[in-house]
């Protein structure tokens, strides 16, 4: 029986850089059997944009993102017979322009020695499935991982600030870039404060704050469309429900609706979940969503990982109900190039998560044996698109 040829499987040939290569690689790391990745949060806040945004020569790719306004519109006049009106300004369109970065996740490298145990592997099994889906696989796995926290933090970090400052998050292990990404011209009026007191005070009436919030926003903007709070889980469970106001009222309602005679000094989930929807109507607010989301950074010197939220959790958002980012996305210039790598080198490119990122396998000299590269390149960034409804309370500062 001839011995299987490792040259002609897929393990080998999603290196290559042929049409079928480029096909082979793109059906491989998009097949959950092989990379399976669970989804992430950025996801339920927006979606990708299904169109890259142009590029120049030198791989900067601008986007500008627009929103209507929605100011409130007066009484109409009374008119004399045959009297004229007075003119309207044309209804106003706010707009901020912004750049989309580029980011790198870290590499795994398949030195000479590891790819002759790949072969071994081939001729005894037969097959490359386990060398895919037990070796290169969950490699590729962490990256996508890496990719999906990148854009977590960034999501939270938008939405919470209303910028992206990509300072001591991330690596510069390889020489990483440290600087702003982008700012979303949130009006300054929807920046507010808790309010006498901070929502961490037992006295704080954090119903009647949110209701004033939402209400003032609404008669502002005269927006009348269905809207959502959010906050972390870390709130929800340790400041939100534990809230005299907020025990107060879902006790009420529970006794008006003879739930149950007991007053309730401490909640659990199931208890509010029950009462709440109805206590928020009564009051006129909109629903609660809470976030949860984690990410973590490495400490280069140590190598320790640490938890990091781009959402803190004294920060509260109100904004209207639906998407809120839309995840901007540009090209990949090291493909445009590929065609001018040397000859020792040979790349590969494969559209991942929907097009977000691209996996790119490299073959490269080094020293007198190859080496066999994977890394997950993406040019992405969420854009806020609703940016002139967007709320954001700082429930720690009063005022």
Excluded at 144 to 161: D, G, K, P, V, Y
Excluded at 266 to 290: H, Q
Excluded at 303 to 322: C, Q, T, Y
Aim: aromatic share 10%; net charge negative; glycine share 6%.
């Amino acid at each position: 029986m001839p011995k299987a040829d490792f040259n002609n499987s897929n393990a080998v040939r999603m290196f290559g850089n042929s049409t079928y290569s480029r096909q082979l690689l793109t059906s491989i790391v998009n097949n959950e059997k092989v990379v399976g990745v669970n989804p992430a949060w950025f996801l339920t806040q927006g979606s990708i944009n299904p169109t890259l945004t142009p590029m120049d020569e030198h791989g900067l790719a601008t986007f500008t993102v627009y929103e209507r306004s929605l100011d409130a519109d007066p009484l109409a006049s009374l008119r004399a017979p045959l009297g004229d009106a007075e003119t309207m300004d044309f209804a106003g369109v706010n707009s901020y322009a912004a750049s989309i970065p580029d980011f790198n996740t870290r590499k795994f490298v398949i030195s000479a020695p590891m790819r002759k145990d790949w072969e071994r592997s081939f001729a005894m099994l037969g097959s490359d499935a386990a060398i895919l889906k037990e070796m290169w696989g969950p490699n590729v796995q962490r990256q996508i991982r890496q990719m999906q926290s990148t854009m977590n933090w960034m999501t939270a970090q938008l939405m919470t600030t209303g910028k992206i400052v990509y300072g001591k998050i991330g690596s510069d292990r390889v020489g990483g870039i440290y600087s702003p990404i982008h700012k979303a011209d949130i009006p300054a009026a929807n920046f507010v404060k808790a309010g006498s007191v901070a929502w961490t005070d037992p006295s704080a009436k954090i119903i009647t704050c949110m209701q004033t919030i939402e209400g003032n926003f609404r008669e502002r903007t005269a927006y009348d469309g269905a809207m959502v709070w959010q906050f972390t889980k870390k709130f929800f469970l340790n400041v939100f429900i534990k809230n005299a106001e907020v025990l107060e009222k879902v006790n009420e309602f529970r006794n008006l609706q003879d739930l149950i005679s007991v007053t309730f000094n401490n909640i659990n989930t199931d208890v509010f979940n029950n009462a709440w929807e109805n206590v928020r109507a009564a009051y006129g607010l909109s629903r609660i969503e809470i976030v949860e989301e984690k990410e973590f950074v490495e400490n280069k010197e140590t190598g320790e990982m640490k938890a990091v939220n781009g959402w803190a959790d004294n920060i509260a958002v109100l904004r209207p109900a639906g998407d809120a980012v839309r995840f901007m996305r540009k090209g990949i210039l090291d493909e445009e190039y590929a065609d001018m790598l040397n000859s020792a080198t040979q790349r590969n490119f494969a559209p991942i998560y929907n097009g977000l990122g691209t996996l790119v396998n490299s073959t490269v000299a080094e020293g007198i044996y190859n080496s066999w590269q994977t890394v997950v390149l993406f040019s992405a960034v969420p854009a806020l698109v609703e940016f002139t409804h967007h709320v954001i309370v700082d429930t720690s500062k009063a005022g």
